[in-house]
Structures are given as structure tokens and as C-alpha cells.
């Protein structure tokens, strides 16, 4: 015992934090900090040149209000700017600029162009500093900056109603088809869905990249932060699912209504026990509950989170829509309604196969996995118009891929387990489902 006990107290001694170890956690940092003030405070050991860095300025936003147009700029370069006049259509024209026409390293300024311009018109706004470099933006189809009243927040909303609830509810309608599939097929439509999904994912990434290259400067390194924010949501909503499936085995009692030929194929799958598995839903209370309920809530939680990885990345889709409407981009044609509604049913497909064979999900909780993965939409679009960022979309972006792919690892891993425990890539059903569900977010997005 008296050994136990000092091994004990070595192995706190070793783990506590002291003073000592602090300071020496510190002390690169303090050697990092005198060094860099050393070297601004010497100037003869740094290399000198006459080169002056060349100015570099983002136009990041443009609003047309009445009789005027107000441009939001940036200085994204290494030295101070100056602005010195602004155009439009390369006309120069008298502007206001607030609040000082001098610009330091990431200041923001904003320029007040009077000028009649006319809906729907193409205009090229250009910006000239004081060394005559100019920066130019196209805006193809000029829109009155909206403003947040009822009627036009009730605009957005039926927007994000039409390309966000009504296609992922319709897609909830697959849910007593796959019910009634046998196993084989049942898996066919998972990989469909693992398919989906890849794609959204992909399509996201891509998203935030093309708003990352068009609206937002090179200094915020936004690609770079597009694959930070994507990793971190990934890591930490893996977690929060372990944990989330974990507390519904713990809490879950012998109530769930379950599907017996699915438990039927689990027990094929899992190695011989002692005691059978039991299969009937009055035989709930035996001591392999725990082992029944980690298959029949596992599917339930992939499909809760499916329809939160899918509203993250509406939302991120109705910020570009609100921005697009902003921007004049946006003709909302029935084409253009009809296409999005074809894309986003599948999106109700995802969420609806992991759960079609688990056992009887009751309507609401259907309802509520269709309003998570569609209402962001609405809100994503009131945000978007109203106050658009580009650097607000590509972090939510971002986030809704990297909780795609969260649940693409879940549901692969829920798969394998499924499958006996054998490569899915040595199953061909499994892999023509996930390049048909690929195939069917391709074709489907030719229409938006």
C-alpha cells in the first residue's frame, strides 16, 4: 500500500503546475518579444530598400440608395493610402469620404457618389488613390439596398420557404418507401444518402471559396480559414455526437418501438453471446438493452445530425441568396424555384434513410428534423440581405461542411458496422448508391 501511495504522489508531483514550469512555458515568448523589439529598434541591422510596396485596396461592398451610391472600402496593403477621387462608369464624379480619405493598414473608409442611376443597369465603380493606381468593382445589375421592414423581410422568407422547407419536407415523403425495403436495398439508399452528402460538402467548400477569391481581400487569408473552420466544426461535432449517443443509450427506457428484422440482422452480424439477443419489443428490459438501443438510437442520432449539418449549410446557402437578391444577381424565375426545389428534396432523402428501418419515428420528430435542416434558409436570407458579410457566409460555410462530413464518418462507420465489420469498398451496391447519389446532386444542380 505505502507503494502504491508514493507512486501516487510522484505521478501528481509530476503532473502539478508550478511556477517554475509556467516560467519556463513563458520564456520563449519573452525571448520572441525582445527579439523583435530589438530589431524595429535597430534599424541598421535591417536590409533597406527603396522599393515602395504597391498599394492594394478591397472594395467590399457596394449599396445604391437614393440618388446616391455608397461604396465600402478597405486598405488591405502594407502601407498607408490615400484616396484621391472616384468614378463611375469610368466618369469622375465629386464624392464625400468618410471618415478621413486616408486609409492606415486594415482601416475602412466610405465613399458617397451622388448619382441617378437606374435599376437593373450594369455600373463599374472605380476608386483612384493619390499615385494613381485605381481599383474597380462591377456590379451587373444595380438594386436598392433593402431595408429591414415587414415587407420585406415576408420577401425573403417565402424565398427561403420555397428553396429550403418545402424541398426537404417533400424529401421526408421517402420515409415509408425506404421502410418497407428489404436490408439489401435499405443499404443501397444509405450509400445513396452517404453520396448526397459528399456532395454538399464538396459544394460547400467550394462556395465559400469563390466568395473567399470575389469579395473578400488576400490579407484575411480567408481560403486558408475555410479548411480551419471546416476541421473544427468536424473534430468538435464528432465529439458532441459520441457524447450525444452515449447520454440517449443511458436515458432511453424500455419504451422504443422497434423493427424486428432490423435487430434480426444486427444479431447475424454481432459475435455469439451467452444469452440470445432479444428481439421483441416486450423483451426490451433484458440486460442487453444498452447493446439493442446503441443500433436504434445510432441511427436516430446520424439523422438528427444530418438535418443540423444540413440546415448549417441552407443557412450558409440563404446568406447567398440574401446577398445575390442584395446584389441584383438573383432572378428568382420559376425555373430557377423549381431547380432549387429538385436539389434540396434530396437533402430530405439524407435525412430520412438512416432512421426508415430503426423503428416508428413519430410524425413530429420527422417535422422537426425538416424544419432544422430547412428553416436556416429564411434565416440566411434575412442575415444576407440585410447585412450581408462575406466573411459571415464563408465561416458558416464552413462550418455546415465540416458538419457534413461529421456525419458522412458516422454514417461509413455505422455502415461498416452493419456490413459484418468488411470493407465497403468491396461492396458494389454500396458504391454504385454513393456515385448515383453523387450523380443525382450533379445533375439537379445544373438547374439552379
Known sequence: ME?????????????????????????????????ILFLFNSSGLLIQTPIKPLPEISIEKVEFGDSQIAVSIRNTGTSEVTIAQADVNDRIHPAAIEPSKTLSRLGVARVLIPFNWNLGEPYEIGITLNDGTRFNKLVKAAAPVPHP????????????????????M??????????????????????????LLVFLGIDALLESNKIAVDSVAPAFN??????????VSLLTLLYISQNLVQRRSKSSGPGIKSDKKYFEHIKSEVEDKSEDLPLSP?????????????????????????????????????L??????????????????????????????????????????????????????????????????????????????SVGAGAIFQVVFQLGTWMYRSNRNKALSGNMPIIAGFALGMLIMYITGLLI
Not at 174 to 187: A, G, Q, V
Open 3 to 35: 507503494r502504491e501511495e508514493s507512486e501516487e504522489d510522484i505521478m501528481s508531483n509530476n503532473t502539478r503546475l508550478t511556477k517554475k514550469t509556467l516560467a519556463l512555458g513563458v520564456l520563449p515568448f519573452i525571448v520572441v518579444g525582445v527579439m
Open 149 to 168: 421592414t415587414l415587407e420585406q423581410a415576408s420577401t425573403f422568407a417565402l424565398i427561403g420557404t420555397y428553396v429550403g422547407i418545402i424541398p426537404v
Open 170 to 195: 417533400m424529401g421526408l415523403l421517402w420515409y415509408p418507401f425506404i421502410r418497407r425495403l428489404s436490408f439489401s436495398m435499405y443499404t443501397f439508399f444509405l450509400s445513396i444518402t452517404a453520396g
Open 222 to 231: 480567408a481560403q486558408i480559414l475555410i479548411f480551419m473552420v471546416a476541421i
Open 282 to 318: 416486450t423483451s426490451m428490459t433484458s440486460p442487453h438493452l444498452s447493446y439493442q438501443q446503441k443500433f436504434l438510437i445510432k441511427p436516430v442520432g446520424i439523422s438528427m445530425m444530418i438535418a443540423l449539418g444540413i440546415g448549417l449549410h441552407n443557412f450558409g446557402e440563404g
Open 320 to 397: 447567398a441568396i440574401g446577398a445575390a437578391t442584395l446584389l441584383g444577381e438573383l432572378a428568382l424565375s420559376s425555373f430557377l424555384i423549381l431547380g432549387f426545389t429538385l436539389h434540396n428534396t434530396t437533402e430530405g432523402l439524407a435525412i430520412v434513410a438512416p432512421i426508415a428501418r430503426s423503428g416508428k419515428i413519430a410524425l413530429r420528430k420527422l417535422l422537426f428534423m425538416g424544419i432544422i435542416a430547412g428553416a436556416p434558409t429564411i434565416v440566411g436570407a434575412w442575415i444576407g440581405g440585410f447585412l450581408y458579410s462575406p466573411l459571415l457566409s464563408i465561416i458558416f460555410l
